[in-house]
């Protein structure tokens, strides 16, 4: 197991990349306004995720479950129900809450150091400290991040000399480095081939297991659900609501044949009204 390199273990940073927000969401629903009607999106989502969890949701497409990630990033407000982390409302974005999309998004005429500093440039900018950028430790930083996710020999590299799965970890990288309590991610690995997928599950699952940062991962794939996360919440179709939770004590690192991750497959599946 890579151990987590000192700069993102404490020095300088304020806090420790170690341990993870509490998340309360609390009789969330939302609905969106459409040509005149309302779209009933959530319905009295109703769940916590514990310091250093790692927590998926599962649903059919369409249901919400990247709505609710949005509401907990602060990115939009529920039209009902609280949200909060470690008892403070979540009224917007902030950085110790991180999203990673499906597209890494990555801005073309940077390298992969200066992308993945992007995050502390405009923290520091934002609260007034750009005129002394020079005394911070934002290079070491980017550099101990880069190491973390094996990409120290590519980071003077451009985002179209990499593949899909650097891609994504210059992503993951650019998200580790704000020294997240909580990483969202909604469906991080989606558009990867299988064979990157399950190498960017293992690279997930190490650096989750040595930062113990809280997880919120949205996946239409229950395998990945099952080797990740601690606990698997399964939402109905729209408007969503919990319909099972799902608790996995499985031993890290997971494997597809456990006869442990087969049984909750199973299990999950048939949450979702899919015997197979």
């Known amino acids: 197991m890579v151990a987590v390199p000192e700069v993102l273990a404490g020095a300088g940073s304020g806090r420790a990349l170690r341990g993870g927000a509490r998340i309360d969401v609390r009789h969330v629903s939302h609905q969106f306004a459409l040509r005149g009607a309302t779209l009933p999106v959530l319905q009295d989502i109703d769940f916590a995720v514990e310091p250093g969890e790692f927590v998926a949701l599962l649903g059919p497409s369409g249901c919400g479950k990247s709505t609710l990630l949005r509401l907990v990033a602060g990115l939009d407000k529920p039209t009902q129900g609280t949200l909060h982390a470690d008892g403070a409302a979540i009224a917007g974005p902030d950085p110790s809450r991180v999203v990673v999309f499906q597209d ?147 031993p890290y690192p997971r494997h597809r044949d456990d006869p442990k991750l087969v049984a909750l497959r199973r299990e999950v599946l048939a949450q979702l009204g899919l015997d197979i």
Not at 126 to 135: K, L, P
């Open 104 to 250: 890494p998004t990555l801005y073309p005429w940077r390298t992969v150091r200066g992308n993945v500093g992007v995050g502390p440039q405009a923290q520091r900018r934002g609260r007034g400290w750009w005129r002394n950028a020079h005394h911070d430790d934002t290079q070491d930083r980017v550099d101990a991040v880069l190491q973390l996710v094996g990409l120290s020999e590519f980071a003077d590299a451009f985002p179209h000399q990499l593949s899909g799965g650097m891609a994504q970890r210059v992503a993951l990288a650019r998200a580790l480095v704000n020294d997240p309590a909580l990483l969202v991610l909604d469906e991080p690995f989606g558009k990867l081939d299988s064979l990157t997928r399950m190498r960017m599950q293992g690279e997930l699952a190490r650096l989750w297991q040595d930062a113990r940062f809280s997880v919120l991962l949205v996946t239409h794939d229950v395998e990945e659900a099952l080797l990740l996360a601690d606990r698997v919440i399964v939402f109905s179709e729209r408007p969503a609501r919990i319909v099972a939770e799902v608790r996995n004590d499985a």
